[in-house]
Nanobody
Framework: QVQLQESGPGLVKPSQTLSLTCAVS??????????WSWIRQPPGKGLEWMGR???????CYSPSLKSRTSISRDTSKNQFSLQLSSVTPEDTAVYYC???????????WGQGTQVTVSS
């Protein structure tokens, strides 16, 4: 059973960089069938795809967040990470990591972690 677990600070100050890690267990992030994504949900809004990283380390980001977003992998720790720079209160959201399955859908999700941007 694949499990994903997000971790990182729950409170970030405006203009700082938000950094989150997703630890994967029960499966390897080097498996070429899958990619790994970050998705967020601001309060009262729908899910927003942020970006993904593939097993060749290629990345793809949401156009609206591309200039501030970076996703990377640490294969030695079987985890992948998100960095979002220059955050504002509008970046307050529950952040999820998820696996992109072989058919292109999300087949495993983390439980989500609340991040609040506030001074």
């Amino acid at each position: 059973q694949v499990q994903l677990q997000e971790s990182g600070p729950g409170l970030v100050k405006p203009s700082q960089t938000l950094s989150l890690t997703c630890a994967v267990s029960g499966g390897s992030i080097t498996n070429t069938y899958y990619a790994w994504s970050w998705i967020r949900q601001p309060p009262g809004k729908g899910l927003e795809w942020m970006g993904r990283i593939a097993t060749d380390d290629s990345t793809c980001y949401s156009p609206s967040l591309k200039s501030r977003t970076s996703i990377s992998r640490d294969t030695s720790k079987n985890q992948f990470s998100l960095q979002l720079s220059s955050v504002t209160p509008e970046d307050t959201a529950v952040y999820y990591c998820a696996r992109v399955g072989a058919t292109g859908g999300y087949d495993y999700w983390g439980q989500g972690t609340q991040v609040t941007v506030s001074s």
